[in-house]
């Protein structure tokens, strides 16, 4: 009797041993890195061992993941305004950040000295940043978004985790990168919405 049961339990273990690396052989190197991999390693059905040995191995994120907002800016290659920002400096992102992390300075015009369309500066502080994504939530002109990056620690966090402008723009590019689904619905969006203006002018004339 009590054999058997010792036996029954060595079989148990067995098993969990084996099924331990039934996925990794499956997916091989590349169970963490592509989105179906990550579906099936992160779902109801996963089996083995799911530790990963960061930081040699790296989670794939999903698209909707949030992280330090990021300012979207024209790829260098844009035929009309390379480099240009998104943001207007309109200060909506600021106003409904929870924790009042998010600093603008708008550029004034050097000769009239009218607000420009435009920020001169731009400072997020990522200690305080909870990540809520707020500003990319309530921007209307999609100039602000959530970005994948997670590893930022470093020693010095009294300059280094004050992010400026430099720091904070990364191209359409970079977005379509990290969010493609999401990037495209905007797109198909702003063209709807450019569409709808160009009837509307045609019927007032």
């Given at each position: 009797m009590y054999g058997f049961g010792i036996l029954k339990g060595l079989g148990v273990t067995l098993r969990h041993l084996v099924n331990s690396y039934v996925d990794d052989i499956k997916w091989g190197v590349s169970r963490y890195e592509t989105t179906e991999a990550f579906?099936?390693?992160?779902?109801?059905?996963?089996?083995?061992?799911?530790?990963?040995?960061?930081?040699?191995?790296?989670m794939a994120v999903p698209e909707r993941f949030r992280f330090i907002p990021f300012l979207v800016i024209n790829d260098a290659d844009h035929p009309e305004a390379p480099g240009d920002d998104w943001c207007t400096s309109c200060?909506?992102?600021?106003?409904?950040?929870?924790?009042?992390?998010?600093?603008?300075?708008?550029?004034?015009?050097?000769?009239?000295?009218r607000p420009v369309p435009q920020p001169k500066n731009f400072y997020i502080d990522i200690d305080i940043c909870m990540n809520c994504g707020y500003c990319a939530e309530f921007c209307p002109f999609d100039a602000i978004k959530m970005d994948h990056d997670y590893e930022l620690a470093s020693y010095d966090r009294t300059t280094r985790h004050v992010f400026d402008k430099d720091v904070l723009s990364k191209p359409?590019?970079?977005?379509?990168?990290?969010a493609p689904t999401r990037a495209e619905e905007e797109r198909l969006g702003r063209e709807a919405k450019e569409a709808a203006k160009g009837k509307k002018k045609k019927r007032k004339k």
């Open positions: 579906e099936a390693r992160q779902g109801p059905n996963a089996r083995g061992v799911v530790t990963i040995q960061y930081p040699e191995e790296k200060g909506i992102c600021a106003k409904v950040c929870p924790p009042q992390c998010i600093w603008i300075e708008r550029t004034n015009d050097p000769e009239t000295g359409v590019s970079y977005w379509q990168e990290i």
